[in-house]
């Protein structure tokens, strides 16, 4: 069983930042590229970024290019999300996902695993 488990979401105020984790445990699995995507209530889910485990390539969203930073440590098998300059819009549940094939890394079905999504909350 593959496991994703996200953690570091909270209530923030609007300009300040977060810091989010996913980390991979459960049997052995092969990573072509990780990502976050998030969803607030009554909207669809929305591509956030994505990083290349071999080589370091990170893609972002339109909305979050130039504030959110994300990186990975392939010896602890995890991802890192700075948020930084949040907005109230950025206030949705934050999923972690796993991709082993390269491809359109903004398409939820290119991924074959998910986390169970962390809450963030950014008041005005």
């Known amino acids: 069983q593959v496991q994703l488990v996200e953690s570091g979401g909270g209530l923030v105020q609007a300009g300040g930042s977060l810091r989010l984790s996913c980390a991979a445990s459960g049997r052995a699995f092969s990573t072509y590229a990780r990502g976050w995507f998030r969803q607030a209530p009554g909207k669809e889910r929305e591509f956030v970024a994505a990083?290349?485990?071999?080589?370091?390539?990170?893609y972002y969203g339109d909305s979050v290019k130039g504030r959110f930073t994300l990186s990975r440590d392939i010896a602890k098998n995890s991802v890192y999300l700075q948020m930084n300059s949040l907005k109230p819009e950025d206030t949705a549940v934050y999923y972690c996902a796993s991709t082993r094939s390269p491809g359109d890394y903004s398409r939820e079905r290119l991924y074959d695993y998910w986390g169970q999504g962390t809450q963030v909350t950014v008041s005005s």
């Open positions: 990083i290349k485990w071999s080589g370091d390539n990170a």
